[in-house]
């Protein structure tokens, strides 16, 4: 197969595992296309101010990001054949839900990555998943089995 795989990572930002999936991929060699959100959380929060203009007040601060960000997001999320959406521990990531929540609308494949302790508060979101796992490795081991039908060796 000559396909390549458009793979979302939505989620949190604070840990490694975008890179621990990348050079999974990358060992695997697996015919992958990665995006994501933009991950330098000031850049993220402030560029719609950056590009239209200051806001005094925090909420249209926030707004005018958000609408560049949902731009960024929505286009490649309806381009993805897989988003992987990770929960972290330390931050609630309402829009790695909502990431969620717009690929189950699109009918756009995704498995959730989160600890054990989210799966109470995830159990609907999982529900809606393809897959969920608790490790990148395990995101790889998935995208290899999903995109050459191979086990993990």
């Given at each position: 197969m000559n396909k390549i795989w458009n793979i979302y990572l939505s989620g949190e930002i604070h840990s490694d595992w975008r890179e621990r999936i990348a050079a999974g991929i990358k060992e695997a060699e697996l015919p992958v296309s990665l995006s994501a959100p933009v991950t330098v959380h000031a850049d993220s929060d402030d560029c719609g101010v950056a590009i239209f203009g200051a806001e005094d007040n925090k909420y249209w601060h926030d707004h005018k990001g958000a609408m560049l960000n949902a731009v960024?997001?929505?286009t490649l999320l309806r381009e993805a054949?897989?988003?992987?959406i990770r929960f972290?521990?330390?931050y609630k990531q309402w829009n790695a839900a909502f990431d969620a929540g717009y690929?189950?609308?699109l009918g756009t494949?995704?498995?959730t990555l989160h600890p054990e302790e989210h799966d109470h508060a995830l159990k609907e979101v999982d529900?809606?998943?393809s897959a969920m796992a608790r490790t990148p490795e395990q995101v790889v081991q998935a995208l290899g089995y999903i995109i050459n039908g191979t086990l993990p060796r």
């Open positions: 960024r997001t929505g054949d897989i988003a992987i972290g521990e330390k690929c189950a609308a494949p995704y498995i529900a809606a998943a």
